[in-house]
C-alpha cells in the first residue's frame, strides 16, 4: 500500500541524507583526521558544557512557553495586518547576530531606552550583562519562530474539530483541553528541541551578553581550539559533544512527544465560534501587542540608526546585497529539495511501518542544528582544498552549508504537514492508484504550499543573513552583504554598518514575505 | 590522503561537483594570462574596501608586471589557523598581518622563509632585526573614550579600577586587540597582573569576540572606554570630522602591536615575493597605511603623516614582549584572565 509513495521519497531522500551526512559529519571527519595527537576534556570544558546547557534550556524553555500564548492569540484572531505583523515577528531570527545584539541593546542596554525610561522615573537603569541577558537574547532570536512553529500547528487542527466543538457549545478551557492541549504536546516538545539545539551553538551572543569568559560555550570552545590553540582534535571533540548532546536531547523529546492522532479532515478553513467573550478578545490582543511591542522595538532601533547611513551606502555594499540575493536563492531551491525529499522519505518509512528507519532520518535531519559552522566550514575547506581552490567555490559553497543549516527547520516545517496529508488523503490516492510523480504533483505539493512557503522564506531570510563559511575560504573579491557589514564595522564606518544591516534587514524580509505569502496565496487567513 | 580520508571521498566529490560546476561560470570570466600572480594571504579588513587592499593593489600591479592577489581570511590569528591548515600545500606566497604575539608559533610552522632583505631603518619605538618578519606598521593599545563626557580620564590601570567606568574588551581567545590587552597587562605589571585583572572584572561590563563589536557597543554609548589604539581616534578626526574621541594615555606605557609579513617557504614566486617586501617598506605602500589601517606606518613616508596624526597621545614607554616571551607567557596569562573574569 505504502509502495507507491516510495520510490520517489527514498531516492530523493537517500540522496539529501546523503549530502546531509558528507557536509555535516564529512567535515567533522576531515578535521579529526587532519588532526595531530588526541585531545582531552578539561575542566574548562566542563564548565562551558554546563552553562552552553543551563543557557540552551533556559532559552528553549522560555521561548517556547512564552510562545505558547502568542501563537494562541495569533491563531484565534483575525484582524488586518495580521499577516504583516506575523512576518514582521519574525525578523529578529533572521538577523546576523551583531545587528540583533546591537537593537536589543539599544532596548535594554546600558544607554538603552528602557533604562532611559527607568531613569526618567527616577529608578537604576537595567543591568542586561548576565544569564538573563543570554536568556533574554535568545527568546527575542526565538520567540518568533517558536510561536510560527506552535502557530503551524494550531493551523493543521481540522476545522471540523472546531466545529464539532461549537456543535458542543465548548468554552475556551473546553476547546484547550479536547484540542489545543494534545496538539501542543504534539508540537511543543519538537518547538523546544528546535529552540534548544539553536541555542547549543551560539557564541558571540551568549559571550557579548553573558558579560565574559563565564558566559563560554562549548561553540566558543571550539572557536578557541581553532584560532588560539590551532588544536584539530580538541576542536573535533567538542564538535562530538555538541552532537552528542543534540541526540540526547532529540531522544528525550521523542520520549516526551506524544505521536500525531489529530485525525482526518476536509482542508476547509478553521472558523471559531468559541471566542465571543470580550475579555478573552482584550486577553489576546494584550497578548500580541507584548509580544510585537517586545520584538518591533530592538528592529525599530535598527531602523531608526540605519536610515541616515541608507542612501550613502558605497556601490559595492549593493553589489554585495545581490551577490547575497543570488546565494539566499541558490540555498532555498537546495533546501526546499532536500527537505521534501527527506520527508517524503520519512513518512514513507512510517507507512511502510518502519517508524525506527524513519526516526533515524529525521534526526538526521535535525543533526545540523548541533552541527559548529567553524567544524563544517573548516572541515569542508580540508576536503576541497585538495582538489580545486576554496576561494573561486566560496559563494557556492556558502550557499550549500546555508541551505544544510536551515534543513532542520524546513524539515519541522513540512514534516508535520506531510503527515497529515498523507493520513488523510493517502489512503484515498492509494485507492486510486496515485503514486510517485503524479502524488506530489495532485495530491501532497497543493496541501503543503504553506509549510513549503514558509521553509522557503525562513531558508531564504537566514541565507541572506549568515555571514557563515565565507570568512574562511579567502573568497576576498566576492563579499556577501553580511561580511561587508562586518567589514564597514571592522573599518570604523558603524553608520555605514548601520545602512547596510537596515538594508540586510529589509532584503531579508522582503524574501521571507515573499516566499511565505507565495505559499498561502489561495489560502484563507 | 589515506586512512579515513580515502572512505569519504566517493560521497565527497558527489557533495562539490554542483559547487564546481557554478564555479566554472565564475571562473571562466576571468583572464587566463601569462603574467604571474603573486597571492598575499592576509586578514579581511585589509583587503575590504575599506582597508589598504585596493590602493595597495594598484600600485603593486602598475610596476610589478603581475596580478597581486589579495585574499583576506578573519583576523591575524585566522590567518595562522589558516595557513597551519593549509600547510606547504598552500597557494600563498607570502603572508602578511601577523603581529609579534603570533611570530614564534608562526615560525615554528617551518612554512616560512627568510625574506634575504638587507632591512631598511625603521621608524618605530624599538629596534628590529628579523631575518623572517619584516614589520609594515605598528600601533599601541589604548582604551578610547569621549572627550566631552570624560575629560578626565583614568591616567592607569589602578586608576580606572578606583573608577565607576565601564568598559568593554575583546575575549583573548578570539581576537587580537584582546590577546593584545592580556600582554599589555602582563608588561606593565608582571607578577601583579592577576591582581590587576581582579581589579578589572567590576570595570568590565561585557566581552565581545572581536574588535569590530567591542568598537561598535562603545560607538552606540553601551560603554565608556573600550579596547582600541592610540590611533583610533585620528579615524574620527579625519573621515568624521569629530575630534571628541580620545585615547587615555596610561602611566605605565602603553603595550604595541607590530604587523608582519613574511614568504612562504613553499613559494614559486620568491623573486616577485621580495619584490612585493620591497614594495611594502616604499613610501607608496607606507603612505597608504595611516588612512586605511589607522596604524602608524612602519617607515615614516617622506610627506609625514596626516596632520591629524600629530594630535594622537604619544606614549612615554613603549611596552613590548620579544615573540618567544610573548608565547611564553600566553598560557599562563589567559589563564590568570579567566580566572579573574570568570568570577
Known sequence: MARSAQPLGLWAGAAAAALLVCVVFGSLAAVAWRAEGAARFGPADWAALRFTLTQASLSALFSVALAVPVARALARRRFTGRGVLITLL????ILPTIVAVLGLLAVFGRSGILSAALGWAGLEPVRIYGLHGVVLAHVFFNLPLATRLLLQGWL???????????????????VFRHIEWPMLREVVPGAV?????????????????????????????IYQAFRFDFDLARAALLALVQFGLCALAALVVYRVAAPAAMGGGLDRPVERHDLQGRGLALLDGGLIGLAALFLLTPLAMIVMNGVPGLAGLPGTVWLAAGRSLLVALAATGLVIAMALGLALAVVGFERAGRRGA???????????????????????FILIFPIADPSALALAVTALVNAVMALPFALRALLPALRGVEADHGRLADSL??????????????????????????????????????????????????????????????????????????LSLALFWAFDRGGRRDARG | MTGCFSTLRPHMEDAVRLPIIIAGTVLAGAAQADTPTLTVYTYDSFVSDWGPGPQITEAFEAECDCRLDLRGVGD?????????????????????????????????????????????DFDMPIAWDDSVFLPYDWGYFAFVHDRETMPEPPESFRELIASELDIVIQDPRSSTPGLGLLMWVEAAHGEDAPEIWAGLADRVITVTSGWSEAYGLFTDGEADMVLSYTTSPAYHMIAEDD???????????????????????????????????????????QSVIPTTNWMYPARRPADGLPEAFDRLIEPERALHFDPQEADARRDPALDAWLEALSR
Open chain 1, 433 to 506: 492508484g496515485i503514486g510517485g510523480r503524479a502524488r506530489l504533483r495532485l495530491v501532497l505539493l497543493p496541501r503543503l504550499r504553506h509549510p513549503l512557503g514558509f521553509s522557503a522564506g525562513l531558508a531564504a531570510a537566514l541565507s541572506m543573513g549568515d555571514l557563515g563559511v565565507i570568512v574562511l575560504f579567502a573568497g576576498g573579491d566576492a563579499a556577501t552583504l553580511p561580511l561587508q557589514l562586518y567589514r564597514l564595522m571592522g573599518a570604523y564606518r558603524m553608520g555605514d554598518a548601520a545602512g547596510a544591516a537596515l538594508l540586510l534587514l529589509a
Open chain 1, 156 to 174: 493543521a487542527v481540522p476545522a471540523e474539530r472546531f466545529r464539532l466543538a461549537a456543535a458542543f457549545g465548548f468554552g475556551p478551557r473546553d
Open chain 1, 90 to 93: 519574525g525578523a529578529p531570527f
Open chain 1, 193 to 221: 528541541l528546535v529552540v534548544f539545539l539553536i541555542c547549543l551553538t551560539s557564541f558571540a551572543v551568549a559571550l557579548t551578553l553573558g558579560g565574559g569568559p563565564r558566559a563560554t560555550t562549548v561553540e566558543l570552545a
Open chain 1, 358 to 380: 524513519g526516526a533515524a532520518l529525521e534526526v538526521l535531519g535535525m543533526v545540523a542544528l548541533a552541527a559548529s559552522p567553524l567544524v563544517i566550514g573548516t572541515g569542508l
Open chain 2, 243 to 285: 575630534d571628541s574621541v580620545a585615547a587615555a594615555p596610561f602611566a605605565e606605557g602603553h603595550y604595541m602591536q607590530i604587523e608582519v609579513a613574511a614568504m612562504l617557504a613553499g613559494t614559486d614566486q620568491p623573486e616577485l615575493a621580495r619584490d612585493f617586501l620591497d614594495f611594502m617598506l616604499s613610501d607608496t605602500f
Open chain 2, 76 to 120: 591575524g590569528a585566522a590567518l595562522l589557523a589558516q595557513l597551519r591548515l593549509e600547510g606547504e600545500r598552500t597557494d600563498a606566497d607570502l603572508v602578511l598581518g601577523l603581529d609579534t604575539n603570533l611570530m614564534a608559533r608562526a615560525r615554528e610552522t617551518g612554512l616560512l622563509t627568510g625574506h634575504g632583505l638587507e632591512p631598511p
